[in-house]
């Protein structure tokens, strides 16, 4: 019998969010010996933070800070405890449609489209209210519940019909396609929640009649940014406050294999860590290969994903005035590859470099020569953008980044002659974990049997759920998968995400005790 060379009560696989989440309950509560790997030496996995050689920063895509959850709002405020450590912002977001800018979410704000595509969507919205009069069978797939709330027309004039666009073709499906790359007709609709805005009739024909925009809606209305660092910058302060003789980061926690059977993980390198319990917040597609488990990686095919490039472009100049305070912004037109643009920079004025630093422009937005010569100063501001790519929706890497700059103009968020003074592009693999039809019926396999192998997969792709993949939600599911290890709680971002996303989760906290949920809340 070959013995491993070290052994701990918990392993956890993974220092993003959800692995620090469950790296702070452990080294909270003090109960049981652990240990945390990850092959990258800085902590923060899909939320980190990438710099550029002109001092320009851009997260793994659009992050910002909002919570459900006392207890991950006691961590991040321990680790970042000053009040200067953070950026508090109102969303100030539009979607970009018929060269206006709808504010967001655009169901909410057809008020603000031009007289005939208001009716449109307004016929639309009443046909689809008078048939949910009906008793009827419940959406089979997203595309339907689009339908089913928002309707789509089809208009006959003279003789020949003539389709007219609704929410559905104008916003929706267009958009939901740019995200997640696959169309909506093969996504569920049970992960919908907070995820989506259902339009109120109501509501909307009042804001039409007005000619009102609708207020803020949505759980980040409100958002902390930190104000170093970007997003990353709080998970290494997360993990600054572990003690480090539990970390092993880079090289040295680099998994190559894990034994199942034997409860071991094999190490880059050849060490091995024996563990009772092991807490994986890496996708569970790439677990079950490190497992060798054939049974499970057939099971994991039929998981989808979408790729996610992020593109940046720091410019030279004051922000443009019809940037303004914007935040970020969709697109769900073909005139740009990208779904969405965060303005970087207004999150934060350490997202870019002073003023008083010299950078050179390496070109026009248009392709044109730089003009000038040497390095000038600024202000500078900078732009983020995200595109997804998948089977279905393939990406020309090699023009990604000019295509993005093209995209930038073509829907007036650069002028032509925009000083470019840096680029930036990352392609991640994982993205977004798509909540296809299939998902559910197999993560109600796929989980169970791991679980019963002593492995708790949890996370964005540990567990596969997007409904409950924001950081907060992230952390928790490493949280509370150490406490169902340690005391059998009930794990509920895991089984009930509408629970934990439709009330205040107050039940643990950092500094007052040491609660768990061992039965679900009455309240």
Known sequence: MTY?????????????????????????????SWLLLDSSETPGGLASTDIT?????????????????KYFDDCLNEALPREGDWYTHQRVSYVRCKDLWIPYPFQNNISMLPKDD??????????????????????????????????????FFAILPIAREGIA????????????????????????????????????????ILQKPAGNWGPNATFRFPANGGTGGIWIAVADTLPPCNLRLGAKGTVERVDAEAKIVILKGG??????????TMPVD???????????????????????????????????????????????????????????????????????????????????????????KGPYWSLMMEISESSMKPVNEGRIVEDTIKGCINTNLIGADAEIVSTYHRRFDHGYPTPTLERD???KQLLPKLQAKGIYSRGRFGSWKY?????????????????????????????????????????????????????????
């Open 4 to 32: 491993p060379d070290i052994c701990v009560d918990v392993l956890v696989i993974g220092a993003g969010p959800t692995g620090l989440g469950a790296a702070k309950r452990l080294n909270q509560l003090r109960e049981v």
């Open 53 to 69: 050689a002109e001092g320009f920063l851009y997260d793994v895509g659009g992050h910002v800070i909002f919570s459900h959850y």
């Open 118 to 155: 208001q009716v449109n969507c307004m016929n639309g919205m009443i046909d689809a209210a008078l048939e949910a009069r009906v008793p009827n069978k419940k959406p089979q797939n997203f595309d339907e519940w689009i339908l089913r709330m928002m309707g789509k027309l089809l208009f």
């Open 169 to 208: 073709d104008i916003f929706m499906r267009p958009y939901n396609f740019k995200v997640w790359a696959v169309p909506t007709t093969k996504m569920q609709c049970e992960w919908l929640g907070e995820r989506v805005a259902a339009p109120d009739l109501k509501t909307v024909t009042k804001n039409v």
């Open 271 to 280: 060490k091995t860590i024996g563990y009772q319990r092991l807490v994986s």
């Open 286 to 376: 790439s677990l079950a290969e490190k497992m060798g488990d054939k049974e499970l990686v057939s099971m994991t095919k039929a998981l989808s994903y979408s790729t996610t490039h992020v593109v940046g472009i720091g410019l030279r100049g004051v922000r443009p005035e019809n940037i303004g305070d914007k935040c970020w912004l969709y697109f769900p037109e073909d005139d740009c590859p990208f779904y969405r643009a965060t303005i970087f920079s207004n999150y934060s004025p350490n997202n870019q470099p002073q003023a008083s630093v010299r950078l050179p422009t390496i070109r026009r937005a248009d392709g044109t020569g730089p003009g000038g010569h040497g390095p000038k």
């Open 441 to 443: 019926g197999v993560l």
């Open 467 to 523: 409904e409950v993949g924001n950081q907060d939600h992230s952390f928790m599911l490493g949280v509370e998968a150490v406490d169902n290890i340690l005391h059998g709680a009930t794990e509920l971002t895991l089984n009930y995400p509408d629970f934990v996303n439709g009330r205040a989760n107050v039940e643990r906290s950092l500094t007052e005790g040491k609660a768990v949920l061992s039965t679900f809340p009455t309240n």
